[in-house]
Structures are given as C-alpha cells and as structure tokens.
C-alpha cells in the first residue's frame, strides 16, 4: 500500500506509452483501499484506476494518483441445478478467470477468452466477443466510491449495459473501483458458435461435438492468429467499436458496396464491422514511423516502440475522419484515451 511519487507507467499500460503518474499506489484488499483514499494527499486528486492497462492511450503525464487493483482471489458462492455464482476479485486476470470456468465445467464466458484486461475493469465496457458480453453471465458487483469510500453492490440493471457500456462510463464514469464481480455460470451448457469465424475453426481443428473447452480454444486461435500480442508490439486490442447504423442506411449503401459486411441488431439496425471499414479507407497495414495500424487487422492500432500518445491518437482521429468521409459512418474509440 506505499505511495510512491513521479512513477514510471510504461510497463502498466498495453500500449507501452512511456507516461508517468505524479503519485501511483497499488491495494489488495477494500480495506487498503478504503485506508488509501483516507490520505490526505490522495483525497485532494484527481483518481485514476489501472487493471491491467489494456484499455488505456496516455498522451501525456498523470498528473493525480494512479490507484492500481491488485484484489485477487476467485470462490463459488452458492449454486443450484442449473448454475453456478463464481465471486472473481477485482485485479484477477481476466483470462485467468476464463481458465478457472473451463477447468471447474462452467460455461457462459468460454467465448471471452483471452480478452486482456482485469476481472475489474470488464463490467466497465462490458466486454464482448464472438456473440458474446459479460452482461450474459453477470449477476452483480461490488465497488467502492473514490471520493466516499463507501461500498456499494451493483445488480444488472443497475449497470445499464450497453455495447461496450455501462453506467461507470457515463453517469458514474471515474467515481467508483470495481473490487469484485460475480457471475451466474452455467451447469448446463448452450453453445455459441454462430458469430465470427468459430465454426470454420473447429472444422479445422476436426472437432464435431465441441465442448466449451473447445470453444474457448477456437477463439484463443483466432486471437491470437489475428491480434498482436502486447508483451511483443504495443496495442490495446480493438481501438474502435464496431458502429450501430440504421437499416436504412445501411441498405444504401449495400447498393454502392456490395461487399459490405453486417449483423443484426434489431428490425432497424445493424452492426457493421468497424475493421472492415477501415480496411476499405487504405489503413489496413500502414506503417509511420514507430507507430501504425497492425497488418492482420485494421482494428488494431500499434505502437511498434517509443511511439508517443499523441501521435496514435491522431491516427485514430485521422481513420474516424477517413471513414465518416468514404461511409458517413463516425467511428468511437473503445480505448480510454487520457
């Protein structure tokens, strides 16, 4: 729980910016928490909290206190026939509790595999992939109020989920630390195996009655032969969502690109794949200088070392004005950029 000054961020952030936080604190416990945000010299700043770092492009120095969730710990809290409530600490890994699911028979996150980041911070945008969110299997959290200290538990509802959203991006952003999440798993497994390219995957891998440890290795695939890795290339995963458009829009322009790909979201929209777009705007690929966009998926923007964070947010200012000019379609960052 030592607070320490003028601390290097570098190695705390997937993008490998090298920023510093004028003071930096690490707590495993709600207790250590509760006892840091007491402090005098950490009431009067501005709060920042760091997970793993995955979903964060510094552009410049943290000048407050970066308060680092290291909660750890994973226990079954009770169960009946069909499911089973798994309490996962704030700074878990994610993947790790991925792993903990797979190995103990749990199904409903099998889909999320790999998905960098903290059991903490993926309520935050409620992580998605391959046709699956966490508001799928999520029951409730509990979080602390950084000014308050005050704990607070958290339902469904409450978080009002969105793609990508929820209520601490928008109306509570920045005011709470998610120190742990319960999820309802399932006993009973339904697979989900539709979206993207899983089934093709097992094909491959010649499984015809997948389990949802197959499952969970299709995608591990798939990501790891799409996605860099960030201990090799900086990145922080998919920088953009994909967008909601109308319908209408959307059959529009169909008429002028045939190719153009989508899902539905309801009877007037539909989601189309934000890589895609910026794919078909030249950037797929595209080097300049230490920094750029990753050859094997455009949704990626990398930073190949000593890349500064300005420079990478201009590259993803400069896509979303390259896309909304070709599509009409505006772009949103998914990545948190400070």
């Not at 967008?243 to 209408?248: D, F, G, S, W």
Request: proline share 4%; net charge negative.
């Amino acid at each position: 729980m030592k607070l320490q000054s003028d601390f290097p961020l570098k190695q705390y952030n997937t993008f490998g910016i090298d920023a510093r936080a004028k003071l930096f604190a690490r707590f495993e416990s709600v207790e250590e928490l509760q006892a840091l945000l007491k402090m005098p010299e950490i009431q009067k700043e501005e709060k920042l909290v760091l997970g793993g770092g995955s979903n964060l492009l510094f552009t410049k120095d943290f000048d407050g206190v970066v308060l680092q969730n290291g909660i750890k710990g994973i226990k079954v809290l009770r169960e009946d026939e069909t499911h089973v409530y798994v309490e996962a600490g704030g700074g878990e890994i994610w993947h790790t509790f991925v792993l903990y699911a797979l190995q103990q028979n749990y199904g409903g996150v099998e889909n999320l595999s790999l998905i960098p980041g903290t059991v903490g911070a993926a309520p935050l945008q409620n992580i998605g992939a391959y046709g699956v969110e966490l508001k799928d299997t999520f029951h409730e959290l509990e979080a602390v109020h950084l000014q308050t200290g005050e704990v607070q538990i958290f339902d469904n509802a409450t978080c009002k989920f969105g793609y990508r959203e929820s209520i601490f991006k928008n109306d509570l952003k920045g005011q709470y630390v998610v120190t742990s999440v319960v999820f309802r798993l399932n006993k009973k497994h339904t697979l989900n195996t539709s979206y993207g390219a899983i089934t093709t995957t097992l094909e491959e891998m010649q499984v015809q009655q997948p389990s949802i440890q197959d499952i969970s290795a299709a995608v591990c695939h798939i990501r790891q032969s799409k996605l860099p890795d960030p201990s090799q290339i900086g990145n922080a995963g998919s920088f953009f969502k994909n967008p909601e458009i109308p319908l209408e829009q959307y059959q529009q322009l169909k008429e002028q690109y045939p190719a153009i790909p989508s899902y539905p979201v309801s009877e007037t929209t539909v989601k189309v794949p934000a890589g895609w777009l910026i794919e078909q705007c030249g950037w797929k690929g595209k080097v300049l200088g230490n920094y750029g966009v990753h050859k094997n998926q455009a949704l990626v923007l990398v930073n190949y070392g000593g890349a500064k964070g300005e420079q990478v947010r201009q590259l993803a200012y400069d896509i979303i004005t390259s896309v909304e000019q070709k599509f009409g379609i505006q772009l949103h960052p998914e990545v948190n950029i400070l």
